[in-house]
């Protein structure tokens, strides 16, 4: 009986995590409904300063996404040390009862969807959110913006990671020979086809299929229904498969990514992506044959 009590009380404790878990994407009006909630950090993502500075949504403070996805010698957009990370989120007043919610500007979509990534690879999934539509979509509905930069209390956030969702060369390679799994690009399908790039080698790496990213938000720069995204995904794989998209450089990715996780797949990017998987020739890539 003890041990049926406590498999319930597990239970009962999974629900209620799950059940507190923040929504992928939020809508303006939800931003304006809890903005004023202690927990709630806007984080405004541009990759120039100059964009927040002229304005943004009250409180909001600036991410800028180098500092969670630095450059190296190895490749750009890599997985940030985490003791930099906890600083830095600790700066931007992130405690472990945060609720971030991601603004980007106008067409800015996947390098605040790469913060996205990038968060929830810190072990913030459930603890994070996407304004759909971004401060465009927050002024368009008539909400103010400012210039003044709020003063922020420094915040206790303790980073820790999960499984990891940032992957490399050798995770893709076992993807590729396993039936649970599938590679996708996540570039424009010209660029998939094999147009030349500038990169050593053009195509795509051999078997990956193609969800291109530009599909995945519409004309104002918001997420596509869920239906519509369905569409996408669906010719690729069932949600029984986990996912590895990638890209050039592993940001363009992030808003596959993203898409996945609107959908409920189980989503992994390739962080070196063709900047890495191109220079190295014993990895396999094709282009897509022409038909005549």
């Not at 690879?121 to 304004?131: E, M, R, W």
């Not at 609107?262 to 992994?268: C, D, E, F, I, V």
């Not at 390739?270 to 220079?279: I, T």
């Amino acid at each position: 009986m003890k041990k049926i009590s406590g498999l319930f009380l597990l239970m009962c404790l999974l629900l209620v995590a799950k059940a507190e878990d923040k929504p992928i994407l939020v809508s303006v009006q939800w931003l304006k409904e809890h903005l004023r909630d202690p927990n709630v950090v806007v984080l405004q993502t541009s990759f120039l300063k100059f964009d927040y500075d002229r304005e943004h949504i009250e409180g909001a403070r600036y991410l800028w996404p180098g500092w969670l996805a630095p450059d190296s010698p190895e490749g750009a957009y890599n997985a940030p040390d985490l003791k930099k990370a906890t600083e830095l989120l600790q700066t931007l007043g992130v405690s472990d009862n945060s609720h971030i919610v991601l603004c980007h500007i106008r067409g800015e979509v996947s390098p605040t969807a790469r913060m996205f990534l990038t968060l929830e690879h810190l072990g913030f999934a459930g603890k994070v959110s996407f304004l759909n539509g971004g401060l465009d979509a927050w002024k368009k509905e008539g909400n103010p913006v400012t210039k003044d930069v709020p003063v922020v209390k420094k915040g206790n956030v303790k980073i820790s990671p999960g499984v990891p969702l940032l992957v490399d060369k050798n995770y893709v390679l076992k993807t590729l020979k396993s039936d649970n799994g599938i590679v996708v690009d996540a570039r424009m399908q010209r660029f998939y086809d094999g147009e030349p790039t500038g990169n050593p080698r053009d195509g795509h790496i051999t078997g990956a299929k193609n969800i291109p990213y530009t599909e995945m938000v519409d004309q104002a720069n918001m997420f596509k229904p869920l239906d519509q995204l369905q569409a996408y995904f669906t010719p690729v794989s069932g949600k029984d498969k986990e996912l590895v998209t990638y890209c050039f450089i592993g940001q363009t990715a992030s808003v596959v990514y993203m898409a996945g996780r609107l959908l409920g797949y189980n989503m992994k990017l390739y962080d070196g992506s063709l900047q890495e998987w191109s220079r190295l020739e014993e990895l396999p890539m094709e282009k897509t044959e022409k038909k005549e």
